[in-house]
């Protein structure tokens, strides 16, 4: 009897472990199907929070997580992405997203034909043959999507088959009887099995298994509900334990929403029980129990939605600020390494549109820092040493960059991502490196104003003349690389082409006309020199501009 205990637990374990991964696996084929639709939802984070209700709540039904979507929030929150006002409702629709699994799990019941038992090696076996025999990358996020229907439902059939033999012991029978009389008890089950287990949906799961197989009575069956509901929040708020006051805030919303919620339908539902004793001892079955999942997210939504600014003001005065924290000030450095957040490597399509932020980001930092050396090279702004130093101390910052992103872009790379994410993520490695190279050849432009200074020499007004306007050419190529970076928008891309061709066109004439003013003797021999190299770098910063370019063109032709 013993073993036959232990071979049922080790059953139900095992099938809890297949249900969560074939979640999982369902959750990534369906990230990957979405893309970079990803971005366009992620653009739906506005001050509107009906938008960001509906947003939270298709998220998380991709993902399949509540957990995720609130701890990505709290990412994005710290990394400054968004704010409180539009996180809030981001948490809102999370919760009703994750009803979605409720359903996935109760349709054998609703649905006669999607019984687990029947439907799950069919699901694994065209899963299967979708990633074995064809090599559409498409066909292969279908397959991913297919196999973890297959595998959850698989994992459904295990959990009941392990809970059905015990379905008549008075030990159940008595447990629940006891969790229902008590509904501060139920709740904090509830509450404490979730945040083991990190998953909602999972053990919602688990208490429709048990109800499957009439274990469960309605009234143990809501105050346990309402319990996972809180225990939710607790991946959350381990998850804001590093970060920054505010995202500390946006995981106590999510806590004050979920306590809010259940403490007011815990005081309906209890009173319900009263009047209907009947009905809360009455067994309940897994459609039922989504039912309940469902009207209780989407009635505690609408009943706080309009409470949502109190809701950031209660967590404000809960996390106060700290006065140090608020007089700081944020560097450029600290910005970019404050936006690469790992809580959003938990949704990996978000990740890499994030990265796609930061690279652009990046690239106007050095835009910027090319324009001050080419104003003070071109005398559109007088030369002083403050400024040259200021110049020097910013390609410091994005040597820094480039080390922060390009590991962000490794963590990115080793994540379960599409094809054509994985070659958007390595173009974005080389933009980067563009990008630092451009930094270095602006650097060298400020090193040759120091020399000029230190040594007091000019340019000729027809050579100031020149300068000028192929610095102009080559910012104009520049700024349009990180515009078609930025935009993924092929006009862009031609604007630099065009551009290219006339800087390489431009700093050959200029040096052969050079050259020949240096064989006449009409400029300074050290100053010709200089101004020689100065071209060779403005040349180079085009050609690293054209790279910046070329990757989005290719990415556009696959």
């Known amino acids: 009897m013993a073993l036959e205990n232990l071979g049922n637990l080790f059953t139900f374990v095992g099938g809890l472990g297949m249900f969560l991964y074939g979640m999982n696996q369902m959750a990534d084929g369906l990230q990957k199907s979405a893309g970079n639709k990803m971005k366009q939802l992620l653009g739906y984070l506005t001050n509107n929070r009906l938008l960001g209700v509906l947003m939270g709540a298709v998220i998380t039904a991709i993902i399949q997580s509540s957990s995720a979507t609130t701890v990505m929030v709290v990412g994005f929150v710290n990394a400054g992405i968004i704010n409180l006002t539009q996180a809030v409702g981001v948490i809102m629709g999370a ?102 287990i990190q998953s909602s949906s999972a053990s919602v799961g688990i208490l429709q298994t048990l109800a499957a197989n009439g274990i469960v009575n309605w009234r143990s069956a809501i105050f346990i509900t309402l319990g996972q509901n809180i225990g939710t929040c607790v991946t959350a708020i381990i998850s804001s334990a590093g970060a920054n006051k505010t995202a500390k805030r946006a995981a106590g919303i999510h806590l004050l929403f979920n306590v809010a919620g259940a403490i007011i339908f815990g005081i309906i539902m209890f009173i319900v029980f009263l009047v209907f004793p009947d009905l809360a001892n009455s067994q309940i079955n897994k459609t039922e129990i989504s039912i309940f999942h469902t009207v209780f997210n989407v009635t505690n939504t609408i ?24 007089k700081e000030e944020v560097n450029e450095e600290e910005i970019v390494l404050k936006h690469l957040d790992e809580r959003i490597l938990r949704t990996p ?26 104003d003070i090279l071109c005398d559109k702004v007088e030369v002083s040493e403050q400024r040259i130093q200021e110049i020097f101390e910013n390609e410091k910052t994005i040597n820094k960059l480039e080390k922060a992103i390009t590991e962000y872009l490794v963590k990115i790379n080793n994540l379960s991502i599409t094809e054509e994410q994985h070659e958007l993520v390595n173009h974005l490695f080389y933009t980067i490196s563009d990008m630092e190279r451009v930094g270095d050849h602006v650097e060298n432009l400020a090193e040759f104003v120091q020399y000029r200074t230190a040594h007091g020499f000019t340019f000729s007004d027809i050579g100031k003349k020149e300068l000028k306007e192929i610095c102009q050419l080559v910012y104009d190529s520049f700024h349009n690389s990180i515009l078609a970076r930025k935009s993924e928008n092929i006009e862009y891309v031609k604007k630099v082409a065009i551009l290219e061709d006339e800087v390489d066109n431009l700093e050959e004439e200029l040096r052969e006309k050079h050259i020949e003013r240096l064989s006449k003797r009409e400029c300074n021999a050290e100053a010709g020199i200089i101004f020689l190299d100065i071209m060779s770098n403005l040349e180079r910063i085009s050609d690293h501009a054209q790279n910046i370019a070329g990757y989005v063109r290719d990415e556009k032709k696959a």
């Open 95 to 196: 919760n009703i997203g994750t009803t979605a699994t409720a359903w996935i799990v109760s349709a054998s019941e609703w649905a006669a034909f999607l019984k687990p038992e029947f439907l799950a090696p069919l699901f694994i076996g065209i899963g299967a043959f979708l990633l074995i025999f064809t090599k559409s990358m498409k066909k292969h996020q279908v397959g991913e999507i297919i196999i973890g229907f297959g595998i959850l439902f698989v994992g459904l059939s295990f959990m009941s088959d392990s809970v059905s033999v015990y379905k008549d012991s008075p030990i159940f029978a008595k447990a629940f009887s006891v969790l229902g009389g008590n509904p501060i008890l139920g709740i904090l089950v509830g509450a404490i099995v979730t945040a083991i």
């Open 303 to 326: 009943i706080l939605f309009p409470f949502a600014p109190l809701l950031v003001k209660v967590a404000t005065k809960l996390v106060k600020d700290d006065k140090k924290e608020v």
């Open 349 to 374: 399509s978000l990740a890499v549109e994030n990265a796609v932020e930061e690279v652009t980001h990046m690239g106007e930092i050095v835009l910027a820092n090319m324009k001050q050396a080419t």
